[in-house]
């Protein structure tokens, strides 16, 4: 089964604050993905993966950045969290042509 | 949990019914599709794909038709069941493998 896991289901933060959020997968993907999910909007690609050390922008990058420097692991980076970014992050993994999806983290950005 | 569904189309069925979800994509070049499934307070579940090279495909109580001709999908779940409420999207793959969503569709089914 594939599996995709998220570092957390929940988190809050400050305004300001640098948030750090943690996808894994051990399937040996080389692609993966991160999306933010807001009611009425859908799940937007804000950054994607290809390999290691790789990354390419999505359609949302402003006020994010990533980090591939292991295989199984993309991490996605809010270096000063804002209130606009209180949402549900989705990271998935690609097997084949089909995307895999983690859980989710439901950040709330006081 | 938390609603991904407000301001999403909504449709309701009994359960036993037929349910049909319609779903309109954008790039007419792109050559693979997938339905996800969403319940509360998770991530999307693959359900299904196609690929642009067939019109129908089948799987367990769901078929995914494919008309590239007016740009549409849609999703057909036989014998609904009150487990198969959650939100549905569809999605077309783009350039390395990125998906473009829809918006999507809440199915509610009552008992």
């Known amino acids: 089964d594939v599996k995709v896991t998220q570092s957390s289901r929940y988190l809050v933060k400050r305004t300001g604050e640098k948030v750090f959020l943690e996808c894994v997968q051990d399937m040996d993907h080389e692609n993966m993905f991160w999306y933010r999910q807001d009611p009425g909007l859908g799940l937007r690609l804000i950054y994607f993966s290809y390999d290691v050390k790789m990354k390419e922008k999505g359609d949302i990058p402003e006020g994010y950045s990533v980090s591939r420097e292991k295989k199984e692991r993309f991490s996605l980076i809010l270096e000063s969290a804002s209130t606009n970014q209180t949402s549900m992050y989705l990271c998935?993994?690609?097997?084949?042509?089909?995307?895999?999806f983690g859980p989710g983290t439901r950040l709330l950005v006081l | 949990g938390e609603s991904v569904g407000l301001h999403l189309p909504t449709l309701s069925v009994q359960e036993g019914d037929n349910s049909i979800i319609n779903c309109a994509y954008s790039n007419s070049a792109s050559d693979y599709f997938i339905w996800y499934k969403q319940e509360s307070g998770k991530g999307p579940q693959f359900i299904i794909d196609?690929?642009?090279?067939?019109d129908k495909r089948q799987g367990q109580r769901v078929t995914v038709l494919l008309n590239k001709t007016v740009k549409h999908l849609s999703l057909q779940i036989a014998a609904t069941q009150p487990g198969d409420s959650a939100v549905y999207f569809c999605a077309e793959k783009g350039g390395y493998s990125t998906l473009t969503f829809g918006k999507g569709t809440m199915l509610l089914v009552s008992p």
């Open positions: 196609i690929r642009s090279n067939m």
């Open positions: 998935a993994s690609l097997t084949g042509e089909t995307q895999y």
